[in-house]
């Protein structure tokens, strides 16, 4: 049986790979994320982790080394965040081109400049075109879930896809929370051993990661694009799968109060449980307002996303990101394409929200929504806003 | 739910103490969140650390503006910092300092529930050195009766293993001696 205990978030994250029994980990430090990389280390140091440690030179060989072994047939895990997941960023494509089940932590960092260390998601978008399965998880619980499912997701025979679960740097890595702590055997009994499906091995030899000019790039692209719109699939069956054994179950895209609600808010990350408490206030004040979380960033859950939003006549979309001179936060963006060619899509109103660890009270979500009601001739539908801006 | 916002300098325990805090409060089957003020903090340097406890689950995630209980770990930081900032009506300070809540009273300019221990004194004795965090958790449960101190007892063995008693010891004097003054 799993125990509940209170752990940091990043101390939780770390417990649940050790009981995934990877082979290897390779990770450079770096704040918010380092405490998972310490962590690791004192379980392999301490011989309760039996995996390879690599004590990289930077995050490029972090993710260079995680490469290596997964082509070996290891399970590795890496941990990143900000400017570390931007160096890997170089590497990020051919780990999916490699069809090399990795899975990573996120704990989600703005990028510089200015230098900043707090929370938002400017590094996991310019990663999002990278092949990468990406999940987002809203608290404790749900890192340590996501993280063990992501070995299972990341290694089917059908995905072969390397995954990131996205975790918000502080407002979850740094946060000692009640967390279940699923047993060995009951992580054994729902993660079988990794059967990689070719490895390099001098005995055997094989080629990957090979040259391929124009004759063959094309194909190869189009292959890594149906391998993780097929990974869908999987993900669905290994959540459910997760939500039979464990008794929490995790959709692509979650909701709340949602069902009846005119007016719905999409949070990604730690901001939906602050959220919720905002949408019950509304509640109790008659506003119809629900919430939409959105759990699968890639591959984009297309259809739940359409089916969750279909009765409201607005949607508010937080982003934790810029797009700078474009048509608003990455995520606004991509609900704006998906619900394009809907005969009925509500209003879609963009905020950017939290940026570089910027707070979100209550009343922040609360004032969101009362400034979008309040906007009757929907002057501001379709363009996004920075909250709480000073100018 | 309690909301407890600590003042501590970089180096005394603040967020130490949240942690042990939160991690009794979920064994004992609450729900709790202990967290440090984000941010690169230097030693010395004026710090907070928060805490929340509830018996049901915990859905905000933003910082605590208007606390139930501000504990002070380090008296010199009253008149540097305002430790009253956000605090509810009918809140609650607790401080480390050998004055009487009367004094602190004073010197706060604060009408609410005042608390005092000298908790640095009682660490220096049970203890041997100056660094009162676990002792004041003492003073905190207390005043505000959230928990039992027997509840303690596990995480700071967990923590401390062989000066653990030293610092239950210490704990359970602050509960003893502090003063509280209405």
């Known amino acids: 049986m799993g125990k509940r205990v209170g752990l940091e978030v990043t101390v939780a994250v770390a417990e649940a790979v050790a009981l995934c029994r990877i082979d290897m980990a390779g990770v450079y430090p770096i704040t918010p994320q380092s405490h998972i990389a310490e962590h690791l280390s004192n379980l392999v140091a301490d011989g309760k982790l039996d995996a390879e440690f690599v004590t990289v030179e930077s995050e490029h060989s972090a993710m260079s080394a995680v490469i290596g072994a997964a082509a070996a047939g290891a399970r590795v895990y890496t941990a990143t965040s900000s400017q570390g997941l931007m160096l890997m960023h170089e590497l990020l494509p051919i780990a999916s081109a490699m069809r090399l089940p990795i899975t990573m932590a996120i704990a989600n960092r703005a990028v510089s400049g200015p230098l900043n260390i707090l929370n938002d998601h400017s590094d996991i978008m310019p990663q999002r075109d990278a092949g990468w399965i990406a999940v987002f998880a809203e608290n404790g619980q749900e890192a340590v879930d996501l993280s063990i499912a992501a070995f299972k997701i990341a290694e089917h025979k059908d995905v072969m896809l390397p995954v990131s679960v996205n975790i918000d740097g502080f407002q979850l890595t740094h946060m000692v929370e009640p967390v279940i702590l699923p047993s060995q055997e009951e992580v054994d009994a729902f993660l079988p051993p ?184 929907q002057a501001k539908a379709d363009t996004y806003e920075f909250w709480g801006v000073r100018e | 739910m309690i909301e407890v916002r600590w003042h501590g300098r970089g180096g005394q325990g603040a967020v130490t103490s949240v942690e042990l805090l939160a991690v009794s409060a979920i064994a004992a089957g609450k729900f709790a969140q202990g967290f440090p003020s984000f941010g690169p903090e230097r030693r010395g340097a004026p710090v907070a650390a928060f805490t929340r406890i509830d018996d049901k689950k915990i859905d905000v995630r933003s910082g605590i503006y208007e606390p139930d209980v501000v504990l002070v770990l380090d008296s010199s930081l009253i008149g540097l910092v305002n430790v009253l900032d956000g605090l509810k009506p009918g809140g609650k300070v607790i401080v480390n300092t050998a004055k009487t809540p009367e004094e602190i009273r004073k010197d706060l300019n604060f009408n609410g529930t005042v608390a005092t221990v000298d908790g640095t004194g009682i660490a220096r004795k049970e203890m041997g050195v100056p660094i009162a965090n676990t002792t004041m958790i003492g003073a905190l449960l207390k005043a505000t009766g959230i928990m039992e101190l027997d509840a303690m007892k596990d995480s700071i063995e967990h923590r401390f293993g062989r000066i653990a008693q030293k610092n239950l010891n210490a704990m359970k004097r602050a509960y003893d001696e502090i003063k509280i003054s209405k």
């Open chain 1, 194 to 377: 990794f059967v990689p499906h070719a490895t390099l091995h001098p005995s055997n030899p094989v080629t990957m990661g090979a040259f391929s000019m124009s004759d063959y790039f094309t194909e190869i692209m189009k292959a890594k694009d149906e391998a993780i719109k097929n990974s869908r699939k999987v993900i669905l069956e290994v959540w459910d799968e997760w939500g039979r054994q464990f008794g929490r179950s995790y959709k692509p895209v979650e909701t709340y109060r949602a069902e009846d609600a005119d007016i719905l808010m999409l949070t990604m990350g730690s901001m939906g449980e602050t959220a919720k408490i905002a949408i019950d206030e509304l509640r109790g004040k008659g506003v119809r307002a629900g919430l939409v979380k959105l759990r699968l960033w890639r591959p984009f859950p297309f259809a739940e996303l359409k089916a969750a939003v279909k009765n409201a006549q607005k949607l508010i979309v937080t982003d934790r990101a810029v797009s700078f001179g474009g048509p608003g936060g990455p995520v606004f963006s991509e609900i704006k394409s998906a619900l394009f060619a809907q005969a009925r899509r509500p209003s879609i109103y963009n905020y950017i929200i939290g940026l570089g660890g910027r707070d979100m009270a209550v009343s922040d979500f609360v004032g969101m929504f009362d400034q979008v009601l309040a906007d009757r001739a």
